[in-house]
Structure formats: structure tokens, C-alpha cells
């Protein structure tokens, strides 16, 4: 009998009786994890969110010579076929290192739900909060003597542990470059003392625990553990980048983004295992190429900046780059200058990890109103991430109510992307 086959008759036998459901749970992540940096061919993410949701075809889906297809150029890319919009020419230069997909589509054209999905892989469902990829690497590769937190996410809150708990949150950093706030010892706090205080929470705890039975007094507890490592620890120096040469600096920008991408290139180094980069304000309702002109330029040089970095370092080969964003916009323009939402066609790029660089993927038609060719969902991206991390997009982990969830919402690997062995 195969590992999943025994687990799935653990978990059927369990999914009845809660009060075994944590015990289940916790079975099947320990068998789980021990197979997983075997098959692993990457070890981190870095996953740029564009929040607000970009526009394709004045980005990655160029229109041209098509009156909805806007005042920008199109420009020739290093990957045969590929045009990128011409305030992407550092993305263009490195095509190679990613592959695009260009035939995303989706039900959810609400800001709210459509990010969800795309942190999660699923859509909202008011019976269960599921956790983001950041949270189940949390939890997979948990680790209590680890002095760096294994997800992090830059310029946002990101989505949390969901059903898996807190302790499986981001530490949420908003100004990339300095180090995290209040991570030093209070004024006129001894390490003494200080000790003394965390021997005095423990107590207060321990009485509390007796008096409840409540796995959110574990989780609390391991947040503290977890901020009490990353405050003593000379390894939270990686927050700081000014020690950066200036050359370095520059090339990644002098904006927070540029900033945030750096960051997430230098937390990798030190193991951390999922970090999220916010580049925010792509709702354009209004001025749409005003606004996306100035996001792309920061979007090609942070971006551009990192892949070409993680490849010099030989980083790029175990570590997964993923930019997307809540959905594409409409190819009508507005009176307004703007686009609105269009969850019919969007585009993300991948790179890294074992995946093939250099790929386009995916068609949308003469004014990318809809996707023509090779239609993609957000869960298949989602399982091509996991099964490149070594995880079985499949396999289902019990929710503290006993409820079997998978990490994905019947995602499917995208073959053409993942390398031949």
C-alpha cells in the first residue's frame, strides 16, 4: 500500500470523529514533509502581486494596430512571438528566464474575491478560510528553531493561515529596507528582564490553558516564540539593505517595489520560504495609461532586476518567480480614460524552479477579450507551483473540524512549463 492510499483511509476514518481530526492532520504533514525535499525543485517563491488588478493588453498582451488596443507600443521580445508593451524593454531583454501565460480566465470579477483566489487558489466560501501558499510552506516546513519568518509579504498584509492558524501568518513588512518595526528590546529593557517577562506570559498562559481547551492559545504561543527568535537574532540585519552596493540599489529602483523585490531576493538567501512583494495601484478607472505607464516602469526594472540577480546567484534554479495580479481589464475604454474589470483574460508570469524559460502560453483574441488557446485556471498555476516544491497538489490535509481540504481546488500541473526530467 502507497503512502497516499494509506493516508486517504487514515483521513476517511478520522473525517467523522473532530476529535481526532488534529491528530490526522498532523500524521499526514509529518509523512508529507519527509517526502518532500526529495522530489522538491525549488525551495522558495517570490510572489509579486499586482494588487488592483493590471491591464494585459497594456502590458503582457499587446494589441496592436487595434484602435481598444490603446496608445502604447508593442515591442519584440528575446522569446520568438512574444510582445511585450514598450515600457517593459528590461522584461523583454530577459524573456528568456520566464514564461508567460497569456490565457488565464476566471469567474470572479470582484476585487475582494478575486484576490482571495489568487492567494489561495480558491474561490470565497463562507464555511471554511483557506490558507494561502505562503501558509501551507509555513506549515509544511515548520521549523521552531528557525530565527528568520518563512513567509513574509513586502508593501501588503498578503492572506493568512486560514484553517491552519495564525501562527502560519506573514510577517508583514510596510517600508522594505528598514528593519521590522519594534524588533528591538523596549527602552530600558534589560535582556534580564526581559527574559523575566516572557517567564511571566508563560505562567499567565499556562493558568490560562488549564482553564480552556482552545488550539488558539498553541497558536498564539508560537507567534510569540516566533517574534521573540527574530528579536534576539543577529539575522534580522537581512531587513536592511542600505549595506547594498549602490550599483545594486539602483538597478532594482529607488521606490519601494524596486526596494521590496531586493528584500525578497535576500531573504531567499537566508531560507526563507515564500515572500510576497505588493506593487499596488493597478484599478485603473480612470487614467489608465497615465497610471500604467508609471507602474510598468517600476514593474520592468524590480522585476527585471530580480530575475537577473536570482540567475547570477544561482538562485533562479530553485527559487519560483510568480507576478499576477486579480484579473485583466476591458478592452473597451471608458469615459473616464480607463478600463474596468475583466476576469475573462489575464496573463502571469512564472519563472524559475525547474520551469521552462522562454515559453508563451496561451492565446486571447484580436482585442483580448477572451482567451482563444490554452485556457489556464488559477489552480492549475497554483499545482504547477506545488509540484514544483515537491508537494502533491492532490493531497488533502483535515481542517480542525475534521473537513478534508486539498492545496488545490482541483488544479492541474501545466505540463508545457515543467522541464523533462
Given at each position: 500500500?502507497?503512502?497516499?492510499?494509506?493516508?486517504?483511509?487514515?483521513?476517511?476514518?478520522?473525517?467523522?470523529?473532530?476529535a481526532f481530526g488534529?491528530?490526522?492532520?498532523?500524521?499526514?504533514?509529518?509523512?508529507?514533509?519527509?517526502?518532500?525535499?526529495?522530489?522538491?525543485?525549488?525551495?522558495?517563491?517570490?510572489?509579486?502581486?499586482?494588487?488592483?488588478?493590471?491591464?494585459?493588453?497594456?502590458?503582457?498582451?499587446?494589441?496592436?494596430?487595434?484602435?481598444?488596443?490603446?496608445?502604447?507600443?508593442?515591442?519584440?521580445?528575446?522569446?520568438?512571438?512574444?510582445?511585450?508593451?514598450?515600457?517593459?524593454?528590461?522584461?523583454?531583454?530577459?524573456?528568456?528566464?520566464?514564461?508567460?501565460?497569456?490565457?488565464?480566465?476566471?469567474?470572479?470579477?470582484?476585487?475582494?474575491?478575486?484576490?482571495?483566489?489568487?492567494?489561495?487558489?480558491?474561490?470565497?466560501?463562507?464555511?471554511?478560510?483557506?490558507?494561502?501558499?505562503g501558509s501551507w510552506?509555513?506549515?509544511?516546513?515548520?521549523?521552531?528553531?528557525?530565527?528568520?519568518?518563512?513567509?513574509?509579504?513586502?508593501?501588503?498584509?498578503?492572506?493568512?493561515?486560514?484553517?491552519?492558524?495564525?501562527?502560519?501568518?506573514?510577517?508583514?513588512?510596510?517600508?522594505?529596507?528598514?528593519?521590522?518595526?519594534?524588533?528591538?528590546?523596549?527602552?530600558?529593557?534589560?535582556?534580564?528582564?526581559?527574559?523575566?517577562?516572557?517567564?511571566?506570559?508563560?505562567?499567565?498562559?499556562?493558568?490560562?490553558?488549564?482553564?480552556?481547551?482552545?488550539?488558539?492559545?498553541?497558536?498564539?504561543?508560537?507567534?510569540?516564540?516566533?517574534?521573540?527568535?527574530?528579536?534576539?537574532?543577529?539575522?534580522?540585519?537581512?531587513?536592511?539593505?542600505?549595506?547594498?552596493?549602490?550599483?545594486?540599489?539602483?538597478?532594482?529602483?529607488?521606490?519601494?517595489?524596486?526596494?521590496?523585490?531586493?528584500?525578497?531576493?535576500?531573504?531567499?538567501?537566508?531560507?526563507?520560504?515564500?515572500?510576497?512583494?505588493?506593487?499596488?495601484?493597478?484599478?485603473?478607472?480612470?487614467?489608465?495609461?497615465?497610471?500604467?505607464?508609471?507602474?510598468?516602469?517600476?514593474?520592468?526594472?524590480?522585476?527585471?532586476?530580480?530575475?537577473?540577480?536570482?540567475?547570477?546567484?544561482?538562485?533562479?534554479?530553485?527559487?519560483?518567480?510568480?507576478?499576477?495580479?486579480?484579473?485583466?481589464?476591458?478592452?473597451?475604454?471608458?469615459?473616464?480614460?480607463?478600463?474596468?474589470?475583466?476576469?475573462?483574460?489575464?496573463?502571469?508570469?512564472?519563472?524559475?524552479?525547474?520551469?521552462?524559460?522562454?515559453?508563451?502560453?496561451?492565446?486571447?483574441?484580436?482585442?483580448?477579450?477572451?482567451?482563444?488557446?490554452?485556457?489556464?485556471?488559477?489552480?492549475?498555476?497554483?499545482?504547477?507551483?506545488?509540484?514544483?516544491?515537491?508537494?502533491?497538489?492532490?493531497?488533502?490535509?483535515?481542517?480542525?473540524?475534521?473537513?478534508?481540504?486539498?492545496?488545490?481546488?482541483?488544479?492541474?500541473?501545466?505540463?508545457?512549463?515543467?522541464?523533462?526530467p
Open positions: 500500500m502507497d503512502r497516499r492510499h494509506f493516508l486517504q483511509i487514515i483521513s476517511s476514518s478520522f473525517g467523522t470523529m473532530s488534529s491528530i490526522a492532520a498532523h500524521f499526514w504533514s509529518r509523512l508529507a514533509f519527509a517526502d518532500t525535499e526529495k522530489s522538491a525543485a525549488a525551495k522558495s517563491i517570490i510572489f509579486v502581486w499586482l494588487n488592483g488588478g493590471p491591464s494585459h493588453i497594456d502590458t503582457f498582451d499587446p494589441k496592436p494596430g487595434v484602435k481598444e488596443g490603446g496608445p502604447f507600443k508593442a515591442i519584440g521580445s528575446r522569446t520568438s512571438g512574444m510582445q511585450l508593451s514598450e515600457h517593459l524593454p528590461l522584461l523583454a531583454e530577459c524573456s528568456d528566464h520566464f514564461a508567460l501565460i497569456r490565457s488565464i480566465n476566471s469567474r470572479e470579477g470582484n476585487h475582494v474575491r478575486a484576490q482571495y483566489l489568487g492567494h489561495t487558489g480558491y474561490a470565497p466560501n463562507p464555511t471554511v478560510q483557506h490558507p494561502s501558499l510552506l509555513s506549515q509544511r516546513f515548520a521549523d521552531t528553531s528557525a530565527e528568520l519568518p518563512l513567509f513574509v509579504s513586502i508593501g501588503g498584509p498578503s492572506y493568512g493561515g486560514g484553517f491552519l492558524g495564525v501562527e502560519h501568518n506573514a510577517l508583514v513588512i510596510t517600508k522594505p529596507g528598514d528593519l521590522p518595526e519594534n524588533a528591538a528590546l523596549g527602552l530600558g529593557v534589560s535582556r534580564e528582564r526581559f527574559d523575566r517577562r516572557l517567564a511571566a506570559l508563560t505562567t499567565l498562559d499556562d493558568r490560562f490553558a488549564k482553564s480552556t481547551i482552545d488550539k488558539k492559545i498553541d497558536g498564539r504561543r508560537s507567534v510569540y516564540a516566533k517574534s521573540v527568535r527574530l528579536m534576539l537574532s543577529p539575522k534580522r540585519e537581512v531587513f536592511d539593505i542600505s549595506g547594498e552596493p549602490e550599483a545594486t540599489l539602483k538597478r532594482y529602483g529607488d521606490h519601494d517595489f524596486g526596494r521590496g523585490c531586493l528584500l525578497a531576493r535576500r531573504l531567499v538567501e537566508q531560507g526563507t520560504r515564500f515572500v510576497e512583494v505588493v506593487l499596488d495601484g493597478w484599478d485603473t478607472h480612470r487614467d489608465n495609461f497615465g497610471k500604467v505607464k508609471k507602474l510598468s516602469g517600476a514593474l520592468d526594472g524590480g522585476l527585471a532586476a530580480l530575475l537577473r540577480d536570482l540567475e547570477a546567484r544561482s538562485l533562479l534554479k530553485s527559487t519560483l518567480v510568480v507576478c499576477l495580479g486579480d484579473f485583466g481589464r476591458t478592452p473597451t475604454i471608458n469615459g473616464d480614460d480607463g478600463r474596468d474589470h475583466h476576469p475573462q483574460a489575464s496573463f502571469a508570469v512564472i519563472a524559475g524552479g525547474g520551469l521552462r524559460g522562454g515559453v508563451l502560453l496561451g492565446e486571447t483574441d484580436t482585442h483580448g477579450a477572451r482567451v482563444t488557446r490554452d485556457l489556464v485556471k488559477l489552480p492549475d498555476i497554483y499545482a504547477t507551483l506545488a509540484t514544483q516544491l515537491g508537494l502533491d497538489p492532490s493531497e488533502m490535509t483535515m481542517t480542525p473540524a475534521g473537513r478534508p481540504i486539498a492545496l488545490t481546488d482541483k488544479g492541474v500541473a501545466i505540463a508545457a512549463l515543467i522541464k523533462s
